[in-house]
């Protein structure tokens, strides 16, 4: 029920803060550690390489969450596209593990990845919002995201959750691992529960981001690098698909072989600054697209922020910023689409789980 909500998607993003907490306290044992099923745990430890295969924004999730278990667990990990693998499918290691992200647990596209998973007879988990659900039913493993259900079809708690559970189930393989990354988790996820409480306070700006940005815009880029990067892709996504503003993520360093083309006076450009190594690239490129015009709005973390940002981000863990950066993202979305009269929580040729090729 959205109860006093004008839109199930306002609801979901609000929700974020208290489904970290519930994920944190899902994954953790009596003793406050954070726990994952250790069959799971094991069935991960064997494999040469994972393959995450997802669609939309849980893939965009999976890009995140390559990072994790590349950085917090030395396992080489590749995202794939699911509706690409399928019929594109890579060269494998030779002791592949798969792992299946779906908010809806019934995405066509992966379903079908996952029946010649299992032809070739390799392992595989789902990590799915929905009990019971194919994915989860025909893969060897399941976790759950335990965000409730999301009902809009512009997906929000359910990202963060598929980011927060990848977190804590890298780290689960990077501590059977005996791996020391001196990350304290369970403390770190904590962090970015408040944080997340702070942002969902400054709707108000959010809304004025979207009139000063996109009001009369036909399109908009979102620039970022590493992390950035993922996030400006489902950043662009939550814009295109409820506000049918044409939006696209770009690798700040690809502008130059191309994409800056596109800007002209006005244009709007959202750019993520939340990681130290490429604050000042980022910082370079968002100097490249102003002098040609683009109206900059840039989001940064806190310690790294400037003179000019548009908003500034709470400092959370480097690794975790893509659980915070998105925030400001899905409600300039929604404000956008609000602003345009577009049916937010039912966007035009949508559906919230697409259950055909
Ligand atoms: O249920 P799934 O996570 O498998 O769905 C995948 C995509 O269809 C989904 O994320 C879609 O991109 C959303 N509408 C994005 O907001």
Known sequence: EKGTYPHYMLKEIDEQPIVIRKILKEYSDNQGELKIDQTIVEAIKEADRLYIVAAGTSYHAGMVGKNFFERLANIPTEVHVASEFVYNTPLLTEKPMFIFISQSGE?????????????????????????????????????????????????????????????????AVAQSKNIVNGID?????????????TLCEYREEYEQMARDFLSDSRNAFYIGRGLDFAVCLEG????????????EGFAGGELKHGPIALIENGTPVFALATQENINLNIRGNVKEVVSRGANACVISMKGLDMKGDAFV?????????????????????????????????????????????
């Open 107 to 171: 995405t066509a596209d992966s379903r079908a990845v996952l029946v010649k998973v299992k032809e070739l007879g390799y392992k595989a988990l789902t990590i799915t919002n929905v009990p019971g659900s194919t994915l989860s039913r025909e893969a060897d493993y399941t976790l759950l995201l335990h965000a409730g259900p999301e009902i809009a079809v512009a997906s929000t708690k359910a990202y963060t959750a598929q980011v927060a559970v990848l977190s804590i189930l890298a780290q």
């Open 236 to 247: 662009a996504l939550k814009l295109k698909e409820i506000s049918y503003i044409q939006a």
């Open 185 to 197: 988790l369970s403390h770190e996820l904590s962090i970015v529960a408040n944080a997340m409480d």
């Open 313 to 357: 981000l709470p400092e959370v863990h480097p690794l975790l910023t893509p659980l915070i950066s998105v925030v400001p993202l899905q409600y300039i979305s929604y404000y956008a689409a609000l602003h345009r009269g577009c049916d937010v929580d039912k966007p035009r040729n949508l559906a919230k789980s697409v259950t055909v090729e």
